[in-house]
């Protein structure tokens, strides 16, 4: 499909178009082989009983236009966005410093809460920054709107003729709800504009001291409240009356105030509570978006107006809700829909695990979607000290069906007081009380100078203390672990925002070319770590139109590979290299200096052109070029025109890390003593190492001769030639 933008018109010029035959109609039958993958289990289930009785589902179209726009759009938009970031973390890194602070250090520093931030500073940044995003994503769904229609018409056309209803359609990730009768649901098969049939599931909500437990204060006592940036809600509701909400701006979907059941204000209210005494995560936020939960195709229709109606586009949605519990499929429709919604607006969206009890694999939908947070709940024993703090009895554990890295972070969700919509508070339990805490911690480190809620979500992780239950449901032997560890209950920890305060500047965010069909790709970033230390890497899973291959919402994930190397020796000292995930952690075995290297593996998926990556490290770590050297040469001439003399070749590392394992070799000249190539262990940045044979000229015309360099060094393979401008 060819794309042609036409300026502020927001139209789309087709070529190539695949699978609408004519407005209105769906006339295509696709492939057995395609059919099988297109209807989730559930709905053949109910499809093989037959009947007349409509059943609710939701149709995933193959075209999925916000992820389109987004992609054209995102070269005019990301520059400023990224000129922005730069900007917060340089002057962020300089009201900090820059020193390495081995654990022990950092406490001691955070117990004196010194002055390490100032809002005022970076308060205008942070506005412009909340401006770009916020135009982005408003141009990126009114593309999206524009060039939906004929979509959209082609789906009801084709329901109507099964004989449907459509209730509503969204455009955030392109969806039609409808109602169908079960016996011509497998007729949904033969319509090329529909990628995936899955069932409207009922959605259940999952349900003081416990900001004060992860840190919150760090941030408090720097004036870092989440202004300016933006919070979102997809729940039953926010009661707005409520005095602890007084001089919140809301911009709420109709049906979410008043909240007659009480769940979503009291999740909002851990979030944004201004009240003194039970104060939420951000309570600086000024605007909150509030969308409508219920079931599947609900709260699809709820996120999506969230994303439509609002000229604050959030940072952050919390979803305390879940779809039944995901111990069938690894990633169904409904996890693509958020992934989607995610990655295509660029905002970051907490998800609480599910109530399921201690048992493997339990995590209810959307919970192993990949771009979301997926938070468990633990007991936070109603004090300051973390050190009892156990996994809650009612939480849901991970991994996904396919051994995916899921949950991946855990916070306080037993008995926290919170508000309610009778205007008072009260005390509920549940990984929806758990969610939120992560949630307002995203709007925290991004007023701090984190530049997107994808490095925020990097820093969350890196930060987090982690914590190992062995595998066993009884929490008398679970313990707190140095180092990098993700664990089936806790995920990659306990979030800690006193860690996540101080190291809040230190995220790069970069982007990697696709390594189809060309070199590798990879950066290098270098810093003092000490022992335990970790360094953490995010990158999203896109979930869009797949052009004129079989329909499908989802992209390939992007294979990218972590791996931690010694400066002193060049050895591989950690590495983290999933093929599943897109969460890599490494952690320092020992003290030292060290080099980081973010890599593509493989193939990225054809669509996929580059991947951005946020990678959270310590403080002092800085990008480097890499590699680099210069040549020079000298000859000691004999007396003869073929008599033997010395010639040297003078190798130095003008690069800015440490070269190993480098070979150096000299072509032109008959060797007559010395190794040709001469081997150098390594080569530390501005070293120079002379390198002298014993030569004589070679009969002939005249030429000039060669030296020709390798290392391989960090799992690479770096190459020179450099010619002698003398002849011989």
């Known amino acids: 499909m060819t794309l042609l933008y036409r300026g502020g018109a927001r139209r789309l ?112 940044l942070a506005r412009e920054m909340n401006a770009a995003r916020d135009e982005y994503a408003r141009a990126v769904m009114a593309w999206a709107r524009d060039v939906s229609g004929r979509d959209f018409a082609a789906v009801r056309a084709f329901v109507a003729r099964l004989g449907g209803t459509v209730v509503n359609q969204t455009y955030s990730v392109s969806a039609v709800l409808a109602r169908i009768p079960a016996s011509s649901l497998k007729e949904l098969e033969q319509c090329p504009d529909v990628a995936l049939v899955g069932l409207d599931h009922p959605g259940q909500p999952e349900l003081d001291i ?120 690894d990633y169904k429709g409904t996890d693509q829909f958020f992934d989607g919604a995610a990655d295509t607006f660029g905002f970051s969206l907490s998800k609480s695990a599910g109530n399921n009890g201690s048992a493997f694999m339990n995590l209810t939908h959307p919970g192993p979607a990949y771009n979301l947070m997926t938070v468990t709940s633990l007991d936070d024993q109603n004090t300051l000290s973390r050190a009892g703090d156990r996994i809650s009895s009612l939480s849901s554990w991970g991994p996904t069906v396919n051994g995916r890295k899921k949950p991946d972070l855990c916070a306080p969700g037993d008995d926290i007081v919170s508000t309610m919509n009778d205007g008072g508070f009260l005390s509920m339990s549940g990984t929806s009380m758990a969610a939120p805490h992560v949630g307002g911690s995203v709007l925290l480190l991004m007023a701090r100078g984190v530049p997107s809620p994808l490095s925020a979500k990097a820093v969350l992780i890196n930060t987090a203390d982690g914590m190992d239950s062995k595998d066993t449901f009884n929490t008398a032997d679970d313990q707190f672990v140095a180092g990098s560890h993700w664990d089936k209950a806790y995920g990659w920890g306990y979030i800690n925002l006193n860690e996540a305060f101080l190291h809040g500047p230190d995220v790069f965010e970069r982007t990697l070319a696709s390594p189809n069909g060309g070199a590798r790709q990879f950066r290098l970033f270098k810093g003092q770590m000490f022992q335990d230390e970790k360094a953490t890497l995010t990158w999203n899973r896109h979930v869009a139109w797949n052009g004129a291959n079989y329909p499908t919402i989802v992209r390939a994930l992007s294979n990218l590979d972590l791996t931690l190397y010694s400066w002193a020796s060049g050895t591989q000292a950690a590495q983290s290299a999933s093929t599943i995930d897109n969460v890599e952690q490494v952690s320092a075995p020992a003290n030292g200096f060290s080099v980081l290297k973010v890599s593509a593996e493989g193939n990225f998926d054809p669509a996929v052109a580059t991947e951005r990556f946020a990678l959270a490290t310590q403080e002092n770590f800085v990008e480097a070029a890499g590699p680099n050297l210069t040549v020079t040469f000298s000859k000691g001439f004999g007396t003869g025109f073929l008599a033997p003399f010395t010639y040297t070749a003078t190798v130095k590392n003008t690069g800015d890390v440490p070269m190993f394992n480098v070979l150096v070799g000299m072509v032109g000249y008959q060797t007559l003593g010395g190794p040709n190539p001469a081997s150098l262990v390594s080569l530390m940045p501005g070293q120079s190492i002379p390198v002298a044979w014993t030569v004589r000229r070679m009969p002939g015309i005249f030429q000039h001769a060669r030296v020709d360099v390798s290392s391989s060094s960090y799992g690479e393979t770096f190459t020179w030639s450099v010619t002698d401008p003398a002849p011989l």
Request: glycine share 10%.
């Open 210 to 329: 416990s900001a004060p437990s992860i840190g919150a204060p760090a941030f408090w006592s720097n004036s870092v409240t989440g202004f300016p940036y933006d919070l979102g809600i997809l729940d039953t509701g926010v009661q707005q009356d409520h005095l602890a909400f007084a001089g919140i701006t809301f911009f709420a979907q109709p049906g979410t105030n008043p909240d007659m059941d009480g769940h979503g204000t009291h999740v909002f209210g851990i979030m944004a509570s201004r009240d003194p005494i039970h104060r939420g995560v951000t309570y600086g936020a000024v605007t909150a978006t509030v969308g409508f939960a219920d079931t599947e195709a609900v709260s699809m229709v709820g996120l999506d107006w969230m994303l439509s109606n609002t000229p604050q586009m959030p940072e952050n949605v919390n979803h305390s809700f879940g779809y039944g519990t995901a111990n069938q499929e």
């Open 13 to 124: 010029v087709f070529g190539n178009w695949l699978g609408v035959l004519a407005l209105g109609t769906c006339l295509n039958a696709l492939p057995a082989a395609a059919l099988a993958q297109k209807i989730e289990p559930d709905v053949l289930h109910v499809a093989e009983k037959g009947g007349a009785q409509s059943v609710s589902v939701v149709l995933y179209l193959r075209h999925q236009h916000a992820a389109e726009a987004a992609e054209v759009l995102a070269p005019s938009f990301q520059p400023r966005i990224d000129f922005l970031a730069d900007q917060m973390r340089s002057l962020s890194v300089s009201m900090r410093g820059m020193e390495s602070m081995d654990r022990q250090q950092e406490r001691e520093l955070l117990r004196q809460r010194p002055s390490l931030f100032d809002q005022g500073a970076i308060e205008p």
